[in-house]
Nanobody, 123 residues
Framework: QVQLVESGGGLVQAGASLRLSCANS????????MGWFRQAPGKERVFLAA????????SYADSVKGRFTISRDNAKNTVYLQMHNLKPEDTAVYYC????????????????WGQGTPVTVSS
């Protein structure tokens, strides 16, 4: 069973950094590729980043490439999203998700989702 819980969101000023965490209280996350997504108010949820089971491969949306870094610690059953130089347009609810399919990292079709953690960036 996969139960994902995000944490680390909050209210920050533009230019600040935040690190989001996604922990699994159930089955080990090392069996899943993991992704981070966000949903801004009134908009659809969008893909941000993905990481392979071992952590050796990553993929990013162009909008966050160079500012956000996805990583994982399988020993701690936790995935992270380090965010730098935050902008007001990064304001959204951030979700992590797990994908048990093998193969290339994907931007959709994830099977398990957390409840989200809100991030607000003030100007």
């Amino acid at each position: 069973q996969v139960q994902l819980v995000e944490s680390g969101g909050g209210l920050v000023q533009a230019g600040a950094s935040l690190r989001l965490s996604c922990a699994n209280s159930g089955r080990t996350l090392s069996s899943y590729a993991m992704g981070w997504f966000r949903q801004a108010p009134g908009k659809e949820r969008v893909f941000l980043a993905a990481i392979s089971r071992s952590g050796s491969s990553t993929s990013y949306a162009d909008s966050v490439k160079g500012r956000f870094t996805i990583s994982r610690d399988n020993a701690k059953n936790t995935v992270y999203l380090q965010m730098h130089n935050l902008k007001p347009e990064d304001t959204a609810v951030y979700y992590c998700a797990a994908d048990r399919r093998l193969g290339v990292l994907r931007q959709s079709g994830y099977e398990y989702w957390g409840q989200g953690t809100p991030v607000t960036v003030s100007s």
